[in-house]
């Protein structure tokens, strides 16, 4: 019986939560049609929150979190997917409810799983992984309405995973990037990504007139919510386009329908987790040719298992720069 590593979270008696790195038998996976050896993981929010127990994550614990995968099929029961080939799964219910990508191991259904594209390591698509996928995502959604070229965007918690990706691809796309941020200390780190200018997060908040502030963005990416998105809402350009893919600071916002009816704005929701294969094979290849990102390594630090619980902590407290990548 073929006995791997992962990282486990588990509920005490007193309800609160644990991580401890231990022993698991492949048996213990679900049954599903590929086993893939995992070679990188990597962290974002959601992957801590279900290491820390937050309601509506996960359902049952002892759980092993990790909503992404790089890896290499070791069994594949589907004829499209062969033993050797390179695979990313990222999002469905990995990580979730299904044992997840903080091991050396994991079994998933086939429909969750896309080829590596052959000019993308598996370590840079951990790199880039949901988070950039969710960036991605949120670009092609921009680009549909507008050029990238020269657009002036707006991008919240730029100093995460999402907005990292974000303000680099935009900057390598032409757009004029716009960061904000509530680290005092990152400026280095986000004109290193590309962007043209830092505005703190309290900064722009108070400098904000609500329901409608001077336009001066053409497009945003924002993974906020809250009064972020209130603001960010009030200071589009006409015909602007917002992108909401998450809400680290809250999932409830005020607006009215004046930025919509006075200015053409568009507010659209961003979805990795669920999205269509189809949908993902397109970012995915794009990451892998026309958004070629260099120098990631920069932006990203890698950690084992042992040492991936204290990233989990910076990243629930909001003290984490950038990626973290998790070689198995």
């Known amino acids: 019986m073929k006995k ?25 996976l679900p049954l599903n049609d590929l086993l893939v050896k995992v070679q990188y993981s990597s962290l974002n929010y959601k992957d801590a929150l279900s290491a ?44 979730m409810n299904t044992s997840g990508g903080f091991a050396e191991y994991v079994r998933v259904p086939s429909k969750w799983a896309i080829k590596c594209p052959n000019s993308l390591s598996t370590k840079e698509s951990m790199m880039i992984g949901t988070a950039g996928l969710t960036a991605g995502l949120c670009i092609a959604e921009i680009e ?33 990037v716009i960061a904000i941020t509530g680290k005092k200390d990152k400026d280095d780190f986000l004109y290193d990504l590309g962007c043209s200018n830092i505005i703190q997060r309290e ?29 960010i809402i009030a200071s589009m350009n006409y015909n602007g386009i917002i992108t909401a893919c998450g809400n680290v600071a809250s999932p ?8 919509f009816i006075l200015r053409s704005n568009r507010l659209i929701g961003i979805d990795s987790a669920t999205c269509s294969l189809k949908i993902r094979k397109i970012i995915w290849n794009n990451f892998s040719n ?12 890698t950690v084992d298992l042992n040492n991936l619980i204290n990233e ?15 070689k198995t």
């Open 52 to 95: 820390s127990g937050a309601k509506g994550i996960t359902k049952e614990y002892p759980h092993t979190p990790g909503i992404d995968v790089a890896g290499i099929i070791e069994e594949s029961s589907n004829d499209h997917f062969s033993v050797g080939e390179k695979v990313i799964v990222t999002g469905f219910d990995l990580g």
């Open 252 to 259: 409830k916002f005020n607006t009215t329908v004046f930025p």
């Open 4 to 28: 791997f590593m992962a990282l486990i979270t588990s509920q005490k008696q007193d309800g609160t939560f644990t991580n401890k790195v231990c022993q698991k038998s492949i048996d213990d």
């Open 144 to 176: 549909k309405h507008k050029p990238l070229n020269d657009l002036k965007i707006i991008v919240s918690g730029a100093t995460g995973g999402v907005g990292s990706i974000a303000t680099k691809l935009l900057s390598l796309l032409g757009s004029e």
């Open 290 to 301: 026309i958004w070629k990102l260099s120098n990631l390594e920069k932006m990203c630090k």
């Open 203 to 231: 900064d722009f908040i108070n400098s904000t007139r609500l329901p409608l502030n001077k336009g001066n963005y053409d497009a945003a990416i924002d993974v906020a919510g809250g009064d972020i998105l209130s603001c």
């Open 312 to 326: 989990i902590d910076k990243i629930l407290s909001g003290q984490l720069t950038g990626r973290v990548i998790i």
